[in-house]
């Protein structure tokens, strides 16, 4: 078992000045034999069927995590975990969301539309079109009463009955004039029928083709162009090119001193926590647990506090300095969500140097019926593009991983510009293309890229500690005092973190003493 350290070596010192970031030391989970078997949470099998490789870490460069991402690993509070897809029950993609590309759906406008109408009036009705065809039904009521009641003059019963009389004879040879009669079809002499999409793609390419007066591109063709194909409309979005949505000019907070409610949103600190979260941990902390309860109908004696702290809030990010232009800190953060006094939701955030990751969300289940997940998510890939028109590397949005095999993850492919990565050749492809493969088999290669996949074996320059305060040394040093009795552990870890981080990152053996 590989175990975390606390080093005061000058080696640790020179690597933080070097990189000019924190040096991440970590633990390994070492399993004789292979990979770390566990329950699975998706698939919920009584058996330990979820297979995955994992570290332990009290201090990780934002940097090195960063890249871990990148491999496929995500973080459970300090342990930063790689499933196994190969052998898992449940194989897990990191998704990740291109926020430069993004385009919104109409039913994430609609959930935007309601959240405002909301905080403006406090309407917890549906829709606003089933709203209005609630009002026509009841101002249609109301005209009919006001009209009696506003003094008319009474009408004549004998004027009265011979009106009824010639309505009703109207009526009837209305209704005779309206008598289906056999015909012979449509007119042979008149031009057949067309659907109003057809006329206004016609339109469309006489406009396009006016513009390209220049080019010998002629309206057939591009009336062709513009036709419907039989490529499915996933893969159509991959070619169509559509302006990206700035989300900053759709989520417009209603004025706080004329709406009904108000909602202010705070990103806390938590790892070192911070005194604005220790001032809300306890209503944080009675949110998720009634999120786990009665959402995902957990125990109450699985929803303690220390849960909610080794789960939510550890962390092994700590503050880092990031691009001064941002104006934020690299680290783990909870941002809260609040209406009036009351926690409405909280998200479990990490700034990385490549955008804004989300390990996870809970809401109050008492506000299920504005759809907080969509409303967060859109709000982080707002903050993301705020990240990027500072600093141009700060573009993309990590959504955790999509589980193709659980229904639970359907919501995310709703999601524009998505991607997720190939578990071979470590690119991100386009969710499009991916899920027509997972429809045929749960793991998969994304890429079309040919890549020989060897396991990296590569173990002697690997940076280790052999006890706490002893000096940092490189692994093929340790090996020549201690033997080749750790070389599996070793090996496990590097085919885990590859090379580069296994080679900058800090390994501690833990019991080494009690097995020497």
């Known amino acids: 078992y590989i175990y975390m350290g606390n080093w005061t070596s000058q080696k640790m010192a020179e690597l933080e000045e070097e990189r000019y970031e924190i040096a991440s030391k970590v633990q390994f989970a070492y399993q004789p034999g292979g990979p770390y078997p566990s329950h699975c949470g998706y698939c919920h099998s009584e058996d330990e069927k979820f297979m995955m490789e994992a570290i332990w870490s009290e201090q990780m460069a934002a940097l090195d995590f960063q890249d871990l991402v990148d491999r496929g690993c995500q973080r459970s509070g300090k342990f930063v975990y790689l499933p196994s897809n190969k052998i898992t029950c449940c194989p897990q993609y990191v998704m990740r969301l291109d926020s430069t590309t993004f385009h919104i ?71 005779s004039k309206k008598e289906v009669t056999p015909g012979h079809g449509r007119d042979p002499l ?11 793609r016609e339109r469309k390419a006489i406009k396009m083709a006016a513009k390209l007066k220049d080019r010998e591109v002629s309206v057939d063709g591009i009336v062709q162009a513009i036709s419907p194909s039989p490529v499915p409309m996933e893969t159509q979005s991959l ?28 990103l806390v600190c938590v790892s070192p926590k911070s005194v604005e979260f220790e001032s809300t941990s306890a209503k944080s902390y009675e949110v998720f647990r009634k999120f786990q309860m009665i959402i995902h109908k957990e125990l109450e004696e699985k929803c303690g506090y220390e849960q909610f702290i080794q789960f939510c809030v550890d962390s092994p990010l700590q503050p880092e300095p990031a691009p001064p232009e941002i104006g934020i800190q690299y680290g783990s953060y909870h941002q809260q969500y609040w209406i009036d006094d009351k926690l409405l939701m909280v998200g479990v955030l990490d700034i990385i140097p490549k955008g804004v990751l989300c390990n996870y969300l809970f809401y109050d289940p008492e506000f299920r019926f504005l759809a907080p997940g969509v409303f967060s998510a859109l709000y982080e ?43 071979e050749t470590l690119e991100y492809v386009p969710l499009p293309i991916c899920r027509p493969k997972l429809d045929l088999e749960s793991y998969c290669k994304f890429s079309d890229k040919t890549v020989d996949v060897k396991p990296e074996t590569e173990i002697s320059d690997v940076l280790v500690a052999a006890f706490p305060n002893r000096p940092i040394i490189k692994y093929k040093e340790f090996r020549a005092s201690y033997g080749s009795r750790f070389d599996e552990q070793v090996t496990q870890y590097v085919n885990m973190v590859g090379v580069t981080l296994a080679n900058r990152m800090i390994l501690y053996f833990s019991g080494l003493a009690q097995a020497m």
Do not use: W
């Not at 031009?191 to 999409?197: E, I, S, T």
């Not at 991983?401 to 997720?420: A, Q, T």
């Open 239 to 266: 070619s169509r090119k559509r302006e990206p949505t700035v989300l900053s000019n759709l989520i417009c907070l209603p004025d706080p001193n004329t709406c009904k409610h108000k909602l202010s949103i705070k």
């Open 381 to 423: 890939i707002m903050q993301t593009q705020e990240f990027n028109c500072k600093n141009p590397v700060m573009k993309y949005y990590y959504m955790g991983y999509y589980v193709h095999s659980c229904p639970k993850m359907n919501y995310k492919r709703f999601y524009d510009s998505s991607y997720l990565l190939c578990p």
């Open 105 to 175: 759906s109409k039913q994430q406008r609609r959930v935007l539309r309601r959240f405002n109408e909301y905080l403006s009036t406090g309407a917890i009705a549906p829709g606003k079109e089933e709203q209005d065809n609630d009002d026509k039904t009841g101002a249609g009521g109301i005209e009919k009463l006001t009209s009696q009641e506003k003094g008319a003059e009474p009408v004549d019963k004998e004027k009265e009955e011979n009106h009824n009389k010639t309505e009703g004879t109207e009526k009837q040879t209305s209704t």
């Open 190 to 200: 008149k031009p057949p029928p067309r659907k109003a999409k057809e006329i206004r």
